[in-house]
């Protein structure tokens, strides 16, 4: 059976949310418009590299097809939308430029919109775009980790390619929002740190010993080939059954030990991250 390959576009994150976001037609009225300038007063002049009239219909998808009996809660989708409004904001040079404290202002409307018993909660703090790009991505491989898991056989990760790529990109994340929450954002603003010391950090350690099991996999099936190789070619030039077996005994001592080596990485990974 061929390994399943990893499509973005059918993950939760994108079907629920980005992809409704990017397309929705539902207008924003019959309530939904009570706090809207909140939001797009903070986009006008294409600030945000999206048009206003697109992000009334991303909140009217909101307001009219989320919550209330209905999955997805407005409460997951306003989280959504401040990261999917802030992405488009960091590939705007007028966003990026003054991107510190537009997405704080970006927050602080979205949550100020969610009135009558709704609720945003969205922590606020000042990233920098590329500390704001590493903080997205965690929240969606947060929200999709429950499809992801279906990717895994007997607990073990896929290694595909397509896979891998995704995990070392969620796992660079995870490194620069760490080093993000021991630095500036420990002190400034630091509701959102907070929650991902308690929130998503053990989603980060889960995908770094993802990432280190595959490449534990891959240094165990080099070693497996070199000896079977090693072995066979002893075979071919009929060397003695001492010589052969002596060779097929050293292989194994260097399998064990790399073996060992790769576990004293987790355990060592996972001691220095928590």
């Known amino acids: 059976m061929s390994a399943v390959q990893l499509d973005r576009q059918n ?28 939001v797009t007063d903070r986009c006008k002049g294409n600030k945000c590299n999206v048009t206003i009239d697109r992000i009334k219909k991303a909140l009217g998808y909101i307001y009219h097809e989320c919550g209330k009996d209905k999955t997805p809660s407005k409460e997951e989708a306003y989280h959504f939308f401040y990261y999917w ?57 947060y929200y999709d980790y429950s499809r992801i898991k279906e990717n895994l056989k007997n607990g073990e990760p896929n ?20 080093e993000y ?46 000896a079977t190789l090693a072995v066979s070619s002893k075979a071919n030039e009929a060397v003695s059954k001492a010589t052969t077996t002596a060779s097929l005994t050293s292989s194994m001592v260097a399998s064990k030990y790399n073996h060992y080596k790769y576990i004293i990485i987790i355990e060592k990974y996972i001691y220095n991250y928590n």
Request: charged share 30%.
């Open 159 to 178: 290694c595909h390619d397509s896979w891998s790529s995704y995990r070392a990109e969620v796992s660079l994340a995870c490194d620069v929002v760490k």
């Open 181 to 226: 929450c021991a630095g500036k954002g420990k002190d400034d603003e630091k509701a959102y740190c907070e929650e991902f010391k308690t929130k998503y950090l053990p989603y980060c350690t889960m995908a770094k010993l993802s990432e280190l099991t595959c490449e534990l996999t891959s240094t165990q099936q080099r070693i497996v080939s070199a």
């Open 85 to 141: 409004l802030g992405d488009k904001l960091s590939k705007s040079e007028e966003g990026r430029a003054n991107f510190l404290a537009e997405i704080g202002l970006i927050c602080d409307a979205i949550n100020d919109s969610c009135t009558s018993g709704q609720k945003c909660g969205i922590p606020r703090d000042n990233p920098e775009p590329s500390t704001f790009d590493s903080q997205k991505k965690i929240f969606d491989y």
């Open 11 to 38: 993950l939760p994150s994108y079907i629920k949310f980005y992809k409704q976001f990017d397309e929705s037609n539902v207008e924003c009225k019959s309530g939904c418009d009570n706090n809207i300038t909140n």
